[in-house]
C-alpha cells in the first residue's frame, strides 16, 4: 500500500504550519486578525483537514484561538508559547531576531550557570566523561572550522548539562537551548572559526563538573555566556 498521499500532506501541513506561523510571530499577521478555514484551504490549496489540523497545532502555541462563530483570531504575543522550539525558530528567522537573541541569551545566563553547578554536583560518572569529551571534540572541530559539525556537539554539550543537572525544570529547556545555539550557526551570526577564550572556557566547564567543582563551573559558565552575550551587544544595539 503505498503512502504517497500521506507523506504528502504532511509536507502541506509543515507548509502551511510554517508559512503561517512566521506570517503571527513576524507581524505579517496581527493581533485580532480573524482567520477562516476557507482561506486558508484557497491561499495554499490544501484540504480543509490539513487546514484545520494546522490551526489546531498553531492554537497549541497560543498563536491563534479557534471560537464557533467568531473564527479563529491571531492572539497577542502575551499568549504565545514563547518557550516552543517552533515558536523560536520563527521568531529567530523574522524581523524580531535580535530581539528573540538577546531574551534567549539573558534566560542562557540566569539558568545555565546554575545547571553547570548542579551538575557538578549530580552528574553521573559517565556524564562527567562525555562532557569532557564533548568540550575536546568542539577544540578539535572549532579550530578546524567544521562549524556545522562544531554546532551539534556545542548543543550536545549544553543539553548534557542542563540534563545533568537533576533540576527537570533545567532540563526541560535543553531544546529550547538547542535552537538558539543552531540558529546562531544558521543565521550567519556565528565566527568562521570560534574564538579561542570560548573554547578554552567549554574546557574549563567541563573540567569543573568532572572534579565535582559546582562553584568554579558555575563561574566558568558565566564567564562562557557573558562571552556570548558580548558577541550579540552589536546586534541589540543597532
Not at 143 to 161: C, I, K, P, Q, S
Request: avoid cysteine; charged fraction near 25%; aromatic fraction near 4%.
Amino acid at each position: 500500500m503505498s503512502v504517497e498521499p500521506e507523506a504528502g500532506a504532511d509536507v502541506l501541513h509543515n507548509t502551511v504550519l510554517d508559512t503561517m506561523g512566521s506570517d503571527i510571530t513576524s507581524g505579517v499577521l496581527a493581533s485580532g486578525d480573524v482567520l477562516t478555514l476557507d482561506r486558508i484551504q484557497e491561499r495554499f490549496g490544501v484540504s480543509r483537514t490539513v487546514a484545520r489540523e494546522s490551526m489546531r497545532v498553531l492554537e497549541s502555541m497560543g498563536l491563534v484561538r479557534s471560537r464557533r462563530r467568531v473564527g479563529i483570531t491571531v492572539q497577542p504575543r502575551s499568549s504565545w508559547n514563547v518557550f516552543d522550539p517552533r515558536v523560536i525558530w520563527w521568531r529567530l528567522s523574522g524581523p524580531g531576531r535580535d530581539e528573540q537573541l538577546r531574551s534567549l541569551t539573558e534566560l542562557r545566563i540566569a539558568v545555565e550557570p546554575l545547571a553547570a553547578a548542579a551538575a557538578a554536583r549530580s552528574a553521573s560518572a559517565s556524564e562527567r566523561a562525555r562532557v569532557v569529551e564533548l568540550a575536546a571534540e568542539m577544540r578539535r572541530l572549532g579550530e578546524a572550522g567544521r562549524l556545522d559539525v562544531f554546532m551539534e556537539r556545542d548543543v550536545a554539550f549544553h543539553t548534557l548539562l542542563l540534563r545533568a543537572s537533576g533540576n527537570e525544570m533545567f532540563g526541560a529547556l535543553a531544546d529550547v537551548v538547542a535552537v538558539v545555539l543552531r540558529g546562531r550557526t544558521h543565521l550567519g551570526l556565528m565566527p568562521q572559526q570560534p574564538v579561542p577564550e570560548a573554547l578554552d572556557l567549554h574546557e574549563h566547564v567541563a573540567a569543573s563538573v568532572a572534579r565535582g567543582e559546582p562553584n568554579a563551573a558555575e563561574a566558568a559558565m558565566t564567564e562562557l555566556l557573558a562571552e556570548v552575550r558580548d558577541a550579540m551587544l552589536p546586534l541589540w544595539r543597532r
